[in-house]
């Protein structure tokens, strides 16, 4: 086949157009800093892209919800501190009016005291948290101690979903701390028939048990809010991990390896000269060349 100096020409121009796009390709990939820029350029690598994303997005859901548990778990355990700072202090005026030197105008001093703390201990069990009641598990919009009573609320505390399949319920809630029943009596009405029994310049002796058994399982409440916060906390840096593990994968999918770039880029550059200087030797020959 005669080869024309046209169709080196053509060929000439075709090759170097080709090695124009690949540079505009390569400028285009360090500038965004991504491998393509629309899903028909690589279909394969794009839904896998897609899938990364979508599951980057679930990761960062669980996250934000172990955390919201881990905020949720300590603002529970600072309270339950307060509900036992209460007992105590109510064991300790308890001890003090059992002695038999107190007179009933003694032990009626010392029922105002228990009465305040029967209302700090109101207030406790009314602690708001995320635009709702601490204590009030899933119904916390009810406020849980109202006048002078603890009012019926979810007992199933509350639930965050910290992966796939896998979620986290702490079954501590109003029910389950203020009222848990000692001698059937719940904490408020341990600590209301206390007061009364102050105020009639009773020996409060026999209340100590009582006290003693609600502050054991206040205790065995704030031990549990304890293991779950460590799941919450474990939960969460797993997904830290998982998250990081997802975005290096989709880095590695869609991401341009820049100093990979740069050098092809300098490979294109050096190809497009030297076309251009051996293009502009074909094109400067005539007819009078092959007359010679």
Not at 143 to 149: C, N, R
């Amino acid at each position: 086949m005669r080869v024309t100096n046209q169709m080196i020409s053509q060929q000439f121009m075709r090759n170097l157009n080709k090695n124009y796009r690949a540079v505009e390709t390569l400028q285009g990939q360090i500038s965004s800093g991504k491998l393509y820029d629309k899903i028909s350029s690589n279909p394969g690598s794009a839904l896998k892209s897609m899938s990364h994303k979508t599951e980057l997005m679930q990761l960062e859901q669980y996250r934000k919800n172990a955390n919201d548990g881990i905020d949720w778990s300590l603002a529970m355990d600072d309270a339950l501190d307060d509900v036992t700072g209460v007992l105590q202090r109510v064991r300790e005026l308890t001890v003090q009016a059992g002695n038999d030197t107190f007179s009933p105008v003694d032990r009626k001093n010392i029922a105002i005291e228990v009465r305040s703390l029967l209302e700090q201990a109101g207030s406790i069990a009314n602690t708001t948290f995320g635009g709702g009641y601490l204590f009030s598990g899933k119904d916390s919009h009810i406020q849980p101690y109202q006048d002078g009573s603890l009012q019926p609320v979810s007992g199933e505390g509350m639930k965050w979903a910290v992966g796939k399949g896998m979620a986290i319920q702490v079954q501590v809630s109003a029910a389950s701390v203020f009222g848990h029943s000692v001698a059937g009596k719940n904490v408020f009405e341990t600590l209301e028939a206390l007061s009364s029994a102050l105020e009639n310049g009773e020996n409060p002796d026999g209340f100590l048990p009582d006290i003693d058994k609600q502050m054991d399982h206040v205790l065995g409440q704030r031990a549990m809010i304890g293991t779950n916060q460590n799941l919450f906390e474990q939960a969460s840096n797993r997904l830290d991990q998982a998250h990081f593990l997802t975005e290096k994968m989709l880095a590695q999918l869609e991401g341009t390896d820049i100093a990979k770039a740069f050098t092809e880029l300098t490979l294109q550059e050096t190809a497009i000269k030297a076309s251009l200087s051996a293009g502009a030797k074909i094109m400067q020959q005539s007819l009078a060349d092959f007359l010679r």
